[in-house]
């Protein structure tokens, strides 16, 4: 298992795993630093979500939400990660990654991105979608 990288921005240069290890050093911290509902854990993963995913899932008050329910909650605080290979086409990429939860459960997720073609993200590689795997842990 490794640890998640520290927190960046959006960028042309990260890859697709890049991007995921970068989210999830966010969601790592995010218990930590909690402040509001929401803490600065949490702004780094929403920095990565696709403007579509934004659109989807936002504001960010609704995404810290939606990151709190049953499906998400394991990504919070977790421990440890481990990613798969990265599986890219076109524009499209997808991570299979398995979680160590702050509580020692192991959890799976597949992390959907896209290669942002607007500006001011163009050749950015940022997350459209996270899918838990209940089956994977």
């Not at 509902?37 to 934004?54: C, D, I, K, Q, T």
């Not at 049953?70 to 421990?79: F, I, Q």
């Not at 991570?95 to 001011?120: I, K």
């Amino acid at each position: 298992m490794t640890s998640p990288s520290p927190a960046v921005l959006p960028s042309p240069a990260l890859d697709p795993a890049d991007v995921v290890l970068a989210q999830l050093a966010g969601l790592q911290r995010e218990p930590h630093d909690d402040v509001d509902g929401y803490g600065e854990g949490l702004v780094a993963a929403w920095e990565f979500a696709s403007p579509g995913n934004r659109e989807a899932t936002g504001p960010l008050a609704r995404f810290a939400g939606m990151l709190r329910n049953e499906a998400y909650r394991g990504l919070l605080g977790h421990r440890a990660v481990q990613l798969g290979p990265v599986q890219e086409d076109r524009g499209q990429a997808q991570v299979e990654v398995l979680v160590v939860t702050a509580d020692d459960r192991t959890e799976g997720y597949t992390w959907v991105l896209g290669r942002q073609t607007d500006a001011p993200y163009a050749g950015c590689w940022m997350t459209d979608g996270v899918v838990r795997h209940p089956d994977r842990g």
